[in-house]
């Protein structure tokens, strides 16, 4: 019998134990604590994860039927009880999770800083901005009420597409404004970011302009500007028009003074015409169109996110218990790409993930054990369509 390490212990070893003890003492999550610390939590949650259950009984159960390799694991604790998980998720402070994915987060992106999916050459970093929601039973999650009788909390996301990984991102109440995110980002010199329409304010882009960083942000139809010049484009292309423009309201030019460059494209697949905004006059017309076009990488990610890990059936009712089963998702997503990357597996998330789900008891060596592995009966078609992250 093969004497190596669990599925599960190689996959814990990829994510730094000093960084979470600094995370868990920087908001007391251990303090008055006699069963159950931070890290068994932090595990309990991840295994549920990665094993595809859907409830915190699930996973109690699922533990406690193994208790005598829980060691081996990487737990230190010899059992697990419902009532201490569930207060552990209800109680403990969700930051110290949060705090845990930004460190993976940090380790992701400089694994993806030379990832060659994204096609196109720019000198600074890449960014898509956007956020969703995700919805609640308003009878049990009283607290996420948002008006018209539903429930739910809302995810603002950064998201680097060198590897759509995640740069920074918040969890809030969906009342909270989408432009409210924008005040807490510090804009990289000489960085792109691609936002829709939700984040059209004029202070604030002027903020970003005003930190030598560039936005790509579709216009609204109400837009007072005046023409100053006009740039050839390539019609065929599906290029409109280029225009450097300067705004006429009296309101609106004073929160951004500068020009602008307007540009009008229509997809020729979707038969649509759009109207950019961008403080870049270098670029080619057709790649602002194109650096446009990656932000439904984040559309994918957020549908990526909420079908694949376990978010669509929550494992607690407060929003501490939410805010953390979503912060300690979100590693699980980083964890994996992690491991990918690391090891070099030529596979996407989607196919990793459903292979880890179901060894995470065996003893094979990771790397092995994802070469390897074939899957069964996988339409490609639907594949493409949801998965196309292309990880």
Same mark, same amino acid.
């Given at each position: 019998m093969h004497q190596g390490k669990y599925i599960f212990a190689q996959i814990i070893e990829f994510f730094n134990q000093?960084? /979470?003890d600094k995370c868990v003492k920087r908001y007391g999550g251990d303090k008055k604590v006699r069963k159950l610390p931070c890290r068994d939590q932090f595990l309990a949650m991840m295994f549920g994860q990665l094993a595809n259950l859907r409830s915190l009984r699930g996973i109690v159960i699922c533990l406690n039927a193994h208790a005598k390799y829980l060691y081996h694991l990487g737990f230190k604790s010899k059992r697990f009880v419902l009532t201490t998980l569930t207060r552990a998720n209800e109680n403990r402070d969700w930051r110290i999770y949060r705090d845990l994915a930004? =460190? /993976?987060i940090d380790n992701a992106r400089k694994l993806y800083a030379d990832d060659n999916d994204f096609k196109i050459e720019l000198e600074g970093v890449p960014y898509v901005i956007d956020s969703s929601i995700i919805e609640l039973c308003l009878s049990t999650f009283t607290w996420a009420d948002y008006g018209q009788e539903r429930g739910g909390i809302k995810i603002h996301t950064q998201l680097d597409l060198r590897g759509n990984i995640p740069s920074f991102f918040l969890i809030t109440e969906v009342i909270i404004p989408d432009l409210?995110? /924008?005040d807490l980002i510090d804009f990289e010199k000489?960085?792109?970011? =691609?936002?829709? @329409?939700? %984040? %059209?304010?004029?202070? @604030? /882009?002027?903020q970003i302009h005003s930190q030598s960083a560039y936005f790509v942000i579709r216009a609204k139809n109400y837009l007072s500007a005046k023409r100053l010049y006009s740039r050839k484009v390539d019609k065929s292309a599906g290029l409109c028009c280029d225009q450097t423009i300067r705004l006429t309201d009296y309101k609106t030019r004073k929160k951004y003074p500068e020009k602008l460059r307007r540009i009008k494209y229509r997809d020729r697949e979707t038969d649509r015409c759009y109207v950019f905004l961008t403080n870049n006059f270098k670029l080619e017309a057709q790649t602002v169109a194109d650096l446009y076009k990656h932000r439904w990488q984040i559309e994918l990610f957020f549908k990526w996110i909420k079908q694949h890990l376990r978010v669509e059936v929550f494992w607690g009712c407060s929003a501490n218990a939410v805010k953390t089963q979503i912060c300690i998702a979100l590693s699980a997503f980083l964890l994996v790409a992690i491991i990918?990357?690391?090891i070099g597996i030529n596979r996407n998330l989607y196919e990793i993930l459903q292979i880890l789900s179901v060894s995470l008891f065996d003893k094979t060596l990771i790397n092995m054990l994802l070469s390897e592995f074939g899957l069964l009966n996988i339409d490609e078609q639907a594949q493409k369509r949801l998965f196309s992250l292309n990880f």
């Open positions: 000093y960084e /979470l930004q =460190v /993976l409210d995110f /924008l000489n960085a792109y970011y =691609v936002m829709d @329409r939700s %984040y %059209y304010d004029f202070r @604030r /882009l002027y990918k990357r690391k």
